[in-house]
């Protein structure tokens, strides 16, 4: 089992930045991929960036590859995710989560998920 705790999201004005960090519970983090996805009003919760338990594989949506990074620090058992450059469509919640297999972009791929954090980019 793991559990997820995202933290971070916030108002932030278009092309500004904001880190999200989820920080997860359990004694074998580093043997999961770790992914973003996101989910705006309306939408479908779609994939954003994810990475591999070793962080030997890195994953982008198109939308977000060279504004956004995913990282991790399995010591801290925590995964981030810097957002550069913010724009107003990618105001969504944005939620973590956790596979215990090798996993990409693929929401059935993760069984494990957080309670999601706020993130709001205005024009």
């Known amino acids: 089992q793991v559990q997820l705790v995202e933290s971070g999201g916030g108002l932030v004005q278009a092309g500004g930045s904001l880190r999200l960090s989820c920080a997860a519970s359990?004694?074998?983090?580093?043997?999961?991929?770790m992914g973003w996805f996101r989910q705006a009003p309306g939408k479908e919760r779609e994939f954003v960036a994810a990475?591999?338990?070793?962080?030997?594989?890195?994953y982008y949506a198109e939308s977000v590859k060279g504004r956004f990074t995913i990282s991790r620090n399995n010591a801290k058992k925590t995964v981030y995710q810097q957002m550069n450059n913010l724009k107003p469509e990618d105001t969504a919640v944005y939620y973590c989560?956790?596979?215990?297999?090798?996993?990409?972009?693929?929401?059935?791929?993760?069984?494990?998920w957080g309670q999601g954090t706020q993130v709001t980019v205005s024009s």
């Open positions: 359990g004694r074998t983090f580093s043997s999961y991929s």
């Open positions: 990475v591999t338990g070793s962080g030997g594989s890195i």
């Open positions: 989560a956790a596979s215990p297999t090798i996993a990409n972009g693929f929401l059935r791929q993760y069984p494990y």
